[in-house]
C-alpha cells in the first residue's frame, strides 16, 4: 500500500505521508497554509507561508525547527521536496496563522489520527482495507497472503523492540536497516534505489522472495533477541546482525543451487505514458 496519499479537507487537497517505523502522519506545510488561508493558488500559497517561515524565524518559533524536508508528489506528478511537519507541529503552526479554519482543520487532523488508531484497536479493518488495495493494484493472492504474513512477523518484532527500551523512529530504522543489509547485501535505501523508487513502501514492491527472506531475518532477530533477553539498542544491533546473518547463509545457499539472485530490480510502478 503507498503511504503517500491526499486527504481531502473541504476543497483542497492535503499531501500526506505515514511513516511506518516512526507511527507518524507528515502533512505538506503548504497545502495546510493553503487551507488556513483559503487560496486555492499554489503559488500565492507557497509565498504566505515563505513570508510566515521569515516571521517565525525571527520569533525562534519551534515550528521551523520541527519542520522536515520530504519528497511529495507535485501536481506535474514528479517527487519533488516540500516542507511537511507531524500533527503536533502542524497545530502549533495552525495557531500561528489567522483563520476561520483553524478549529475545523484541528477536527480534521483529529479525525485522522482517530481513523489511524481506529485500523491499530480493530486490525481486521486495515487488514481488509490492505488487501482490497492490493487486489486493486494486481498483486496475485500468493504475493498478497506473504505481504501481510511478513507484517505480523514485523510486528512480533518491533512489540519485542518496544518492551526492550527501544524507542520508536529513528532506534527502529537503525535496527531495521542492521536486519535488511545483514540478510541482503544491501541498505533498505540502496534497495530502493535498486527498484527505482523514491518516497514508496519498499516492501510494497518486493516479490515473493524477497518478502520470505525479509520476514526469516526478522523472525530469526526477535527470537534471538528473545533467547538472549536482549535489552537496549546496543544489545539488539547484536541480535538484528545475528538474524540478518540467518537469512543471509539462506539466501546465499538457494541462488548457488538454483543461479537465481533473490534481489530484483523489478517494483510494481505502473509504467509511464508517453
Known amino acids: 500500500m503507498n503511504d503517500n496519499t491526499i486527504a481531502i479537507f473541504e476543497q483542497f487537497g492535503i499531501r500526506r505521508h505515514f511513516d511506518e517505523e516512526k507511527e507518524l ?6 497545502d495546510i497554509v493553503a487551507a488556513l488561508i483559503e487560496q486555492p493558488n499554489y503559488k500565492k500559497a507557497k509565498s504566505y507561508w515563505s513570508t510566515l517561515k521569515s516571521r517565525l524565524k525571527k520569533e525562534g518559533s519551534e515550528v521551523l525547527t520541527n519542520c522536515d524536508r520530504m519528497k511529495l508528489i507535485a501536481k506535474d506528478g514528479k517527487m519533488r521536496l516540500t516542507d511537511v511537519a507531524d500533527v503536533k507541529t502542524i497545530l502549533r503552526l495552525v495557531q500561528s496563522v489567522p483563520s476561520r479554519n483553524a478549529e475545523p482543520i484541528k477536527l480534521w487532523l483529529a479525525k485522522v ?21 492490493w487486489e486493486k493494484l494486481g498483486r496475485s493472492q500468493k504475493w498478497i497472503q506473504q505481504r501481510m504474513m511478513g507484517q505480523e512477523t514485523r510486528n ?7 518492551d526492550h527500551d527501544i524507542k520508536p523512529g529513528e532506534e527502529y530504522g537503525i535496527l531495521t ?39 526469516l531475518a526478522e523472525l530469526s532477530t526477535r527470537q534471538i533477541a528473545e533467547n538472549e533477553i ?21 539466501r546465499k545457499e538457494l541462488e548457488a543451487k538454483t543461479q537465481q539472485k533473490i534481489l530484483s530490480n523489478q517494483n510494481y510502478l505502473k509504467p509511464r505514458i508517453k
Open 177 to 215: 536497516n542492521i536486519i535488511h543489509s545483514e540478510w541482503s547485501g544491501l541498505t533498505v535505501n540502496e534497495h530502493k534505489n535498486l527498484k527505482n523508487l523514491k518516497a514508496q513502501n519498499l516492501r510494497d514492491h518486493m516479490s515473493e522472495a524477497e518478502l520470505i527472506f525479509t520476514a
Open 113 to 133: 489520527g482517530f481513523e489511524r488508531m481506529e485500523e491499530m484497536t480493530d486490525p481486521e479493518k486495515s487488514i481488509n482495507r490492505a488487501r482490497e488495495n
Open 230 to 250: 536482549a535489552e537496549g539498542l546496543e544489545e539488539n544491533k547484536i541480535a538484528a546482525v545475528k538474524g540478518g546473518t540467518v537469512a543471509k547463509n539462506a
Open 156 to 162: 512480533k518484532l518491533t512489540d519485542y523492540w518496544n
Open 25 to 30: 502522519w507528515y502533512f505538506s506545510v503548504i
